[in-house]
């Protein structure tokens, strides 16, 4: 994405915050505790699914294998070679929602959710439109909360995605 784009992006969306105390409680809601609620529900929902153990079993071992692969070595390897500063560090301003000072490309908390929304794209088709919406949302917040930029959130959507079809391609459940 264009740096002045995404500058642009960026500055659109972060204007809603620090408007009003109830809108930042909802940013953080949506930035920090809205991806621990979908990890959980993505774990109940595959187990309520799965028709056994060793079902369920593997569906868990296939998620944790996308993000390994799309967080730890992909993510990994451009937050090594391309590390790019955060909005918050780069403009010196306090961030809605506290962070660390790691790279921001590509965003963590997109990779991580796009596997859980790319898993239930096989593990259960009927959650996947809902999670993809909360997932999104929850990205948008981490953007509006001044901890990424929007070419963080869209690249770690897009690796994760691409992981997660990739890997089922050689890794299907029998």
């Not at 994760?160 to 029998?174: A, D, G, I, P």
Request: positive net charge.
């Amino acid at each position: 994405m264009n740096q002045g784009l995404n500058q642009l992006v960026f500055g659109w969306l972060h204007k809603l915050s620090g408007i009003y105390w109830l809108g930042d409680w909802v940013i953080i809601f949506f930035a920090k505790f809205l991806p621990v609620i979908l990890f959980v529900w993505f774990l109940v929902i595959i187990y309520k699914t799965s028709q056994s153990k060793k079902l369920f079993l593997w569906q868990v071992v296939f998620w944790a294998l996308t993000l390994l692969v799309s967080w730890v070595a992909i993510g990994g390897a451009i937050h090594y070679f391309y590390p790019v500063l955060r909005p918050h560090v780069l403009l010196n301003f306090t961030p809605v929602v506290a962070d660390n000072f790691t790279p921001a490309t590509p965003s963590g908390h997109a990779l991580f959710l796009f596997t859980l929304v790319g898993s239930l794209y096989y593990f259960s088709k009927k959650d996947f439109n809902l999670f993809l919406v909360l997932s999104i949302l929850a990205c948008i917040a981490r953007v509006i909360s001044g901890n990424h930029w929007p070419f963080d959130i869209l690249l770690g959507a897009i690796i994760s995605l691409v992981t997660v079809f990739t890997l089922e391609k050689f890794f299907k459940y029998n």
